[in-house]
């Protein structure tokens, strides 16, 4: 038996002070954990360190890490979502603050060298120090990402950060968490000097013989973002700074989610005093934070990914494909969107259309995403160059017998698809796996044209293909264990979250989506405004209304995909008789420039009154309450339906399914957190007096009438 590591034993390795030509180095590499986090046991160590320099002091100091791609990617999250105190965490908050202020304070130069992700408090650490210096490895990302688990930077970030770089450009660091590469970092004044990966060690001891101060880069700023930083600062003009700040929140978070809201008040009220009051502006405001259920639904989303990601890292590492060459069959919007990540992910690709002009468009659409990574400087003209010669285009199946994958997103017909499974087993070699991207057509209907249908699986991806985090796998009863390691391993060098669900029609995330859009349909023609509909839903947090939702996937795609439906789950899914009107009408949404909504130069435009008419419709006022429950009950319905019918079981595969694959609100920590907040016994009474009032439809699921009575939760704890 491998001896196990005492607690003690991790620590001291996971942080460590060397010294080495006069120069202190303090090393952070965890030997259990893949990322560097600052744990509580982590900062104890750290302080010693600061102790004995102090005592004993350098010609200079350098933290950085052992690991291969990162630098520090944050305070331990496990720690924060333990957090219930206030008075605790601001204690807590007030001795991580005295320790970097510090840092600050040593009297020898303090150089931050990043390679790899240097996030949350890994930056706040960072900013503590005197200087910065950043590889200019594709790795090396400098970000405060806070506001994606709810809270905001709690270990000094909105203050030292507007402090060095001026709040207008700080701002959205702290408020969107969205990162920047080394180049910007130095743009924007966060680091001082930029390197080779390579080069780390030796620029960082450069900055220390240059001393503290002379070593310091103060890039020159753009004379609006001058005008703004000194705006910001001055008592009347504040406004214009931070109430703009603050809109631009509420436009995009719609209020939900109080962390950015918080934080702007954190920088402004900071930064009109000096830097000790500040962080205790910063401690006071984190403290209240941290413990409301939002923080810690958003923390139980990161958990719950974290979760799935590492499940989904266990199953793809039992493949022995090494996947580097993949095929992928449709040049359309899907499948180019598919080859397009997979080519970015270092794969090969053999893409094939049914005719040039396919592949053709394909491949524009292909080199038109890069393009876009390109403008925005998150890749080189070179890479780019390099990623697309990874795509070869093809109308035929030549080259298809050295490929072992095959993603298929072609038209959604049964009978194609079961052509091109039957041509590709034809040209491909005997262990082919083929993985078809349909997004209704149960996997088993397909493997009944396959020779090998336990090397056919479901690869459920969602559009746009490179934003969408999440990838649902579908096994049909013969699936082969190792095919689906196999589509893992791929999904997860597209960096996807994935959920693996039993088949069925329109498996988990098509089948649960139906309903809500289905009923949001009977809404409608039941009376209520589209725009109220619309807006019902929005207000309580998904990203956009039902009935827009329709006009952007296609209302000829959802009523086909009703008819599939249909044809397995009757009732629970008839689409009301007039909606077909609006097909005839010719109105398939965006795409047709003709929806719900009026289009003009594919721009929305408000919503098209000519609908009302052709539905035969009068205005019957229906409460915001009663079209938000009855879009989300149904939606709960049916996965509880879902559940009976052995589709899917894990309550995080399911909350993650509707969070990532179609914006179910992430504050509310999943759909089925937010049935165990309402109390499954509400929503049964609820459901059957909206069924008595409107339809069997509505009816609760048995599950949901058993765990009502038995008063038990889908989440435990
Ligand atoms: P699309 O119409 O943009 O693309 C389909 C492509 O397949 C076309 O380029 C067509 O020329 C090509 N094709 C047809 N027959 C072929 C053959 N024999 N060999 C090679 N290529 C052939 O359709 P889209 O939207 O990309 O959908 C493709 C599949 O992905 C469908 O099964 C759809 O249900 C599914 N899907 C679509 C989503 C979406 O949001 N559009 C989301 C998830 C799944």
């Known amino acids: 038996m491998a001896p196990t590591s005492s607690p003690e034993d991790v620590i001291e390795r996971a942080i460590r002070l060397d010294h080495e030509d006069g120069i202190a180095w303090i090393t952070l590499d965890h030997p259990e954990k893949k990322v560097n986090t600052l744990s509580s046991a982590v900062m104890a160590r750290f302080e010693s360190f600061i102790d004995e320099l102090e005592a004993n002091p350098p010609k200079g100091l350098v933290i950085l890490s052992g690991k291969k791609d990162t630098f520090i990617a944050g305070a331990d999250i496990e720690e924060i979502q333990a957090l219930a105190d206030p008075p605790q965490v601001r204690e807590l908050l007030a001795n991580g603050h005295a320790l970097l202020t510090r840092v600050s304070k040593l009297p020898f130069p303090v150089v931050s060298a990043i390679h790899g992700a240097c996030l949350g408090g890994g930056l706040e650490l960072s900013l503590a120090c005197h200087l910065r210096i950043a590889s200019t490895s594709e790795k090396t990302k400098l970000g405060l990402p806070e506001v994606m688990i709810g809270i905001f930077p709690g270990l000094g970030g909105t203050q030292r950060l507007p402090r060095l770089i001026g709040p207008v450009e700080a701002l959205p660091l702290i408020l969107t968490g969205k990162n920047v590469n080394a180049r910007k970092a130095k743009r924007l004044g966060l680091v001082d000097e930029t390197c080779h990966p390579a080069d780390l060690k030796k620029a960082a001891k450069g900055l220390i013989e240059k001393g503290k101060d002379r070593g310091r880069h103060r890039p020159k700023k753009p004379l609006p973002t001058k005008i703004f930083n000194t705006l910001a600062g001055l008592p009347l003009a504040k406004n214009l700074v931070y109430g703009r700040a603050k809109g631009d929140v509420l436009k995009k978070t ?17 930064l009109a005093t000096n830097l000790q009051r500040g962080l205790e502006i910063e401690a006071e405001a984190f403290a209240d934070l941290v413990v409301k259920p939002e923080a810690k639904r958003l923390m139980g989303i990161f958990f719950m990914k974290t979760d799935a990601d590492g499940r989904a890292a266990a199953l793809a590492k039992s493949s022995d494909r090494d996947l580097d060459s993949i095929g992928v069959l449709g040049a359309g919007f899907m499948g180019s969107g598919v080859a397009q990540v997979l080519a970015y992910k270092n794969t090969r690709v053999v893409i094939k259309d049914r005719d040039h002009e396919g592949v053709g468009r394909g491949l524009a659409h292909c080199r038109s995403l890069f393009d876009k990574l390109v403008k925005r400087r998150k890749m080189k003209p070179m890479a780019r160059d390099l990623a697309m010669s990874r795509l070869e285009g093809t109308t035929s199946y030549e080259g298809f017998g050295a490929l072992d994958f095959v993603i298929e997103a072609v038209f959604e017909s049964v009978e194609l698809k079961h052509r091109v499974i039957q041509e590709t087993e034809a040209a491909g070699p005997d262990n082919l796996i083929f993985a078809s991207n349909t997004s209704t057509i149960p ?66 995330t098509t089948r649960v989506l139906a309903p809500f859009l289905n009923e949001a349909a009977w809404l409608l023609t039941g009376g209520a405004k589209i725009e109220d509909i619309d807006k019902a839903l929005s207000g309580w947090g998904f990203p956009v209304g039902p009935i827009s939702l329709m006009d952007e996937v296609g209302i000829d795609i959802g009523a086909h995909v009703s008819e599939v439906l249909l044809e397995y789950f009757g009732e629970r899914i008839t689409p009301p008789p007039v909606f077909q009107r609006l097909i005839d009408d010719g109105r398939k949404g965006r795409k047709a420039g003709k929806g719900f909504f009026r289009y003009e130069g594919g721009k929305k435009q408000g919503v098209d009154e000519g609908v009302y008419p052709l539905l035969g419709w009068s205005h019957k006022p229906v409460s915001r309450e009663e079209i938000i429950e009855r879009c989300w009950f149904q939606m709960l319905n049916e996965t509880a339906h879902c559940i009976q019918d052995g589709i899917i079981e894990n309550p995080i595969d399911i909350d993650l399914g509707v969070i990532f694959g179609f914006g179910f609100p992430p504050f509310r920590g999943g759909l089925l957190r937010e049935a165990d907040r309402v109390g499954l016994g509400t929503i049964v009474d609820k459901l ?12 609760p699921a048995e599950l949901l009438r058993t765990m009502a009575k038995e008063g038990k939760r889908f989440h435990q704890g």
């Open 688 to 699: 059957d007096a909206y069924a008595d009032a409107h339809g069997e439809r509505l009816r």
């Open 443 to 508: 996997i088993a209907r397909l493997a009944e044209a396959s020779r090998r249908p336990e090397n056919v699986v479901g690869m459920h991806f969602f559009s746009p293909v490179h934003k969408m985090p999440l990838l649902e796998i579908i096994r049909h009863p013969t699936t082969s264990d190792e095919t689906v390691a196999a589509t893992v391993k791929v999904g997860k060098r597209m960096g996807k979250t994935m959920i693996v669900v039993n088949d069925g029609p329109g498996f988990f």
């Open 254 to 270: 719609g209020g939900h989610y109080p962390a950015p809201l918080i934080a702007v008040d954190v920088v402004r009220r900071g």
